[in-house]
């Protein structure tokens, strides 16, 4: 890893916690019912209209403590706006491109329950039927049976991996692992809680679905993915990295900053394995590529209708943490996450990866659409990407 720029301890004070929120909530049981669907597809939303300067607004600045870019695709039924603010790298201080490709982290799940989705559509997989049905010999013999929607919907009660202290995000990106070994790390430690009874949201859920595609398609994962959505919907600037650690094409670069002796350092994390996030994390994209495939996938070009209503219904259960504690109601769907906000109802998904938080939403209607990418000098944070935040406030006109 290598030392780019320095900060001031005060300047790094001010840096906020920028990694992907991925709130503790439930998700749907495996069958969803189409009268619970929060904003049905035929409601049209009405929205302010849209406010470029305040977007242009958000994105000023950079790079300071917080991020070194920021790339912002906003789009309505009329119009659309291709924005970005920063650098491409802290040595050259090139302009960062509207065009850029980056990480897109855990939006990488959209793209995975749309391939699981379509093979229910196919009559290829069942979501009530369990994963041990499909993997014999994945979970331990003493686990409970976990169904494929309950891994979609985050409600398996599936345990994560326990990591040392010692190890964080960007030294995993130096390690390469098979899915089966994080599977096999994760369930070392005991079921979080009854299948189906709460939410909690842990990339194994995912690990296990990419598994589940491939035995039952006989193909890699990123090969179904490849041929299922990024080919036939022209994403030319989308790819699934595997085993590459590079970011090819276009980019901004990632940076995290590490506090040495009283100042901060900044380290180009652009480069590492993505093995140890892999179907829940490893592609790369761009703003208007999002953009296409969330069009594609809200209007039932990649997933039948009937069966994409499991993508925007939530369950009624509670959303659960750590600490063993119900807090509030789930917001999750099988792949995505819904937030309603003064009266505003938006589905998408957030993701990060050292370097980059991201996130991808829409009205259902597609009314207003939104994709981002903040290269976040914070991939240990706790919390929302606030320049995210500020980013989803003014794109959707909310205060």
């Known amino acids: 890893m290598k030392k780019i720029w320095t900060l001031s301890l005060a300047a790094t004070l001010l840096a906020a916690s920028l990694l992907e929120y991925a709130p503790r909530a439930a998700a749907e049981p495996a069958a969803a019912a189409a009268s619970k669907t929060a904003t049905p597809a035929a409601e049209k939303t009405v929205l302010p209209a849209l406010d470029i300067q305040s977007i242009r607004e958000a994105i000023s600045g950079l790079p300071n403590a917080k991020a070194t870019a920021a790339l912002v695709y906003v789009g309505t039924p009329t119009d659309s706006w291709l924005a970005a603010s920063g650098v491409n790298d802290m040595e050259s201080k090139e302009p960062a491109r509207a065009d850029g490709r980056f990480r897109i982290g855990s939006i990488t799940k959209v793209f995975t329950a749309a391939v699981v989705l379509q093979l229910v559509a196919e009559q290829k997989v069942d979501l009530n039927q369990s994963i041990q049905h499909y993997l014999p010999d994945v979970l331990p013999a003493d686990f409970p049976t976990v169904t494929i929607g309950q891994l979609l919907n985050h409600t398996s009660g599936l345990p994560s991996p326990k990591l040392p202290d010692e190890w964080n995000e960007w030294d995993l990106q130096n390690m390469n692992w098979t899915p089966q070994q994080v599977v096999d790390l994760a369930v070392k430690n005991p079921m979080e809680f009854e299948p189906g009874t709460r939410q909690h949201y842990v990339n194994i859920n995912y690990f296990l679905a990419g598994l589940l595609i491939e035995q039952v398609t006989g193909n890699p994962y990123e090969m179904e993915v490849q041929q299922r ?164 406030m003014a794109a959707f006109g909310l205060k």
Request: charged share 15%.
């Open 229 to 392: 959505i990024v080919q036939p919907l022209h994403m030319t600037n989308t790819y699934l990295p595997g085993s590459s650690t590079r970011l090819i094409g276009t980019h901004a670069h990632g940076y995290q900053a590490v506090n040495q002796d009283g100042t901060t350092e900044l380290v180009d994390v652009t480069e590492g394995s993505q093995s140890f996030t892999w179907a829940a994390g490893q592609i790369i994209s761009t703003t208007s590529d999002l953009n296409t495939f969330m069009t594609a996938l809200f209007t039932g070009k990649l997933v039948p209708r009937d069966v994409l209503e499991n993508m925007f219904t939530v369950p009624e259960v509670p959303m659960w943490n750590q600490d063993g504690q119900d807090v509030g109601m789930a917001t999750l769907s099988m792949g995505m996450m819904r937030t309603t906000m003064n009266g505003i109802t938006f589905w998408g998904k957030t993701g990060a990866r050292p370097g980059y938080g991201n996130g991808m939403f829409a009205t259902r209607d597609l009314e207003r659409r939104l994709v981002y990418s903040v290269n976040s000098t914070d991939a240990k944070g706790e919390g929302p990407n606030q320049i995210g935040n500020k980013i989803g």
